[in-house]
């Protein structure tokens, strides 16, 4: 453990390095006085790069430098005399402890959004400056409504006044970038672009800005960003003729330019900006996908007489659907990395109870399991190890400051692995000494849940809003819920958080063979405990006789014993009993060949029948 130790360690302290709320006065103070060097009343500073990635690279990191909050979402608004932090409901306790807050105020979106925020601020004749590489359009024409409505201006600067006052602010990534084997993605490159350029209807080309998707159609990877094996690029994909990918060629070796070269023309990103003003210049009609196109390109195009159509890049839902080999590929990762969290659940059976354990050191032990495999990439999104109240805080992340020993009570670890073959996301909830009696019914509760969407069969044409009530209605029945979603997409050796498929109210995507997606209802009471059970599930076709209509259901595929000393049997049905004693029949059998005897042995007690009631 002592190499993972270092690593993860040192992956703190240079997070902490970038930015703090000791800097936020200072830092603030000399954007201002930048702002006003421009003429500019304030400035909009997203959390987000020019892909609109959930991980950035630490050049990006601009909402972290100035205020010192880390979270993967966020945005602030810096005015002459006023500054403001908008955070959505994961980061409500977060942000106030990591920011100056005498100097920043954190609000929570579902209290007000930055746009009724500006029209209180903002006054006639102001000048918001904003980064138009930063933005999707569709958010920069939400703020150019908010500040007509004052008489205030909405101005586009050419150059990033964060990036001016930033004097050490570290370079762009160059991380080299891989082929993705053909037997892994199941689909050459040539074919996956001729199933794009299909799909282009009544435009003459795309513009791939999300750097997954450019990363999916080219079979390519790379190493830009942390828990993403992605190469930072955009391409073009003309409806006919030959792809354009721009990407820096510093990242790139003889072997992968030459295949590169044999599907596409290779620009540098400098020479994007130019490519497709001269695709305005030939009035062309261009496809910006509407969640990731920088404004700055869709801008550029109408200036200079072009049409952007805003809509959904075609990539999302292909890559999405995973294909014969990704699947065989995405199940043996599972299972490589279900043996690695057995280990890691029976050393922490062992560990635990002696009282020396913490937030950090538990998390550091699952990794160090993953990593004795061999096969570790990286891990999938950083870990969250929360004991006791902290697991009341559905995205925790644990620090140096914040670590807690883990003594009695409920231990919640959500974690993911990225190995070449899969990515893996899962989370189990582990009592630390006798769970209360409150305990084991909420636990019950959300493991019922759990089940539910497990076993659910529905027709083809449902999409994952249809069914996330499944995982809430044994919450609802005791006046309880949990406020994130249900299920998000997950990818093939790319981002742990894909889309457009999901399970929560707002899952309007319909769900089809071959998506892949968590499982993950949950319960939290705040300062006390939390509870989350995740497994990844793939939509598959169900066959059922006398059926009238084509249906769809789930295939489990994450493999680790769901802990029955939390499990309340009285509370389950026959049918949810005969689901869980399966599934751990199911888990020992995969897993017992691949852990050692002591851990077999633990294995065979954790995965017992459940006991009648």
């Known amino acids: 453990m002592g190499f993972a130790e270092v690593r993860v360690q040192s992956r703190f302290q240079s997070f902490a390095a970038q930015g703090g709320p000791e800097h936020g006065a200072e830092r603030l103070g000399a ?29 990006s990191e601009r909402l972290l ?9 966020g945005l ?7 500054a403001a932090l908008f955070v959505d409901g994961r980061y409500t306790v977060q942000a106030p402890q990591q920011i100056d807050s005498t100097v920043v105020e954190a609000l929570n979106l579902a209290d007000i959004s930055p746009s009724q925020w500006l029209e209180s601020h903002l006054s006639a004749g102001d000048r918001l400056g904003y980064d138009p590489w930063l933005h999707t359009q569709e958010s920069i024409d939400k703020f150019i409504k908010s500040c007509a409505l004052v008489g205030a201006e909405l101005v586009e600067v050419d150059s990033n006044p964060v990036d001016a006052i930033w004097s050490d602010r570290p370079s762009p990534p160059l991380g080299q970038v891989s082929l993705y084997p053909s037997q892994l993605a199941g689909e050459s490159a040539e074919d996956k672009i001729k199933a794009v350029k299909a799909r282009l209807q009544r435009v003459d080309g795309l513009l791939v800005s999300d750097a997954h ?5 080219f079979n390519i990877r790379g190493s ?11 391409a073009f994909i003309p409806r006919d003729g030959r792809p354009t990918i721009f990407i820096d060629a510093r990242k790139l070796s003889n072997s992968v330019r030459d295949r590169l070269s044999s599907l596409a023309d290779i620009e540098e990103p400098e020479r994007l900006l130019g490519f497709v003003e001269a695709l305005g210049k030939r009035k062309a009609t261009v496809l910006f996908d509407a969640s990731t196109g920088p404004a700055k390109l869709a801008q550029s195009l109408l200036r200079t007489k072009g049409d952007a159509h805003i809509g959904q890049d075609p990539i999302s839902l292909l890559k999405a659907k995973k294909n014969g080999a990704e699947l065989a590929g995405i199940r043996e990762a599972h299972v490589r990395d279900g043996a690695a969290m057995v280990r890691f659940l029976a050393w922490f059976d062992d560990e635990a109870p002696k009282g020396r354990l913490t937030e950090i050191s538990a998390a550091l032990a699952l990794e ?21 109240p902290h697991a009341a805080i559905p995205h925790y992340r644990v620090s140096e400051a914040s670590n807690l020993s883990i003594g009695k009570g409920f231990f919640l670890i959500d974690s993911g692995a990225q190995y070449q073959d899969g990515t893996t996301d899962i989370t189990r909830t582990i009592p630390v000494g006798t769970p209360s009696k409150e305990m084991r019914d909420r636990f019950t509760r959300v493991l019922k849940g759990h089940i539910a969407i497990a076993r659910a069969v529905f027709p083809v044409g449902v999409s994952g809003a249809q069914i996330d009530a499944f995982a809430r209605q044994a919450l609802w029945q005791a006046g309880l ?8 997409g997950v990818g093939a050796f790319l981002s742990v958080h894909e889309g457009p498929q999901r399970i929560a109210k707002t899952g309007t995507v319909a769900l089809e063979p071959g998506m892949i997606l968590s499982n993950e209802p949950g319960y939290y009471a705040a300062g006390r405990f939390g509870i989350r059970l995740e497994n990844l599930v793939v939509v598959e076709s169900r066959d059922i006789p006398g059926a009238e209509r084509k249906m769809l259901g789930f295939e489990t595929i994450s493999l680790a014993p769901i ?6 049997p009285k509370m389950l049905t026959p049918e949810e009993t005969a689901w869980l004693d399966r599934y751990h029949a199911w888990v020992r059998k995969t897993l017992s060949p691949r852990v050692d005897a002591a851990t077999r042995a633990w294995l065979k007690q954790a995965t017992r029948k459940v006991s009648p009631a």
């Open 76 to 82: 602030a608004i810096v005015l002459r005399d006023k």
């Open 368 to 388: 160090a399991f993953r990593a004795e495999t061999g096969e570790l990439r990286e891990l999938s999104f950083p870990s969250i190890a929360a004991a006791g």
């Open 224 to 234: 830009d960003v942390s828990h993403t094996p992605l190469p930072l690029s955009f």
């Open 213 to 217: 998707n450019v990363a999916w159609a």
């Open 563 to 568: 802990d029955l000393r939390a499990v309340e």
């Open 481 to 488: 819920d949990f406020d994130h979603g249900t299920g998000h």
């Open 65 to 73: 430098w100035l205020t010192g909050f880390s979270g993967s979402a």
């Open 31 to 59: 954007l201002r006085r930048e702002l006003q060097r421009r003429q500019l009343t304030g400035f909009l500073i997203p959390r987000s790069d020019e892909h609109q990635n959930e991980y950035v690279p630490p050049s």
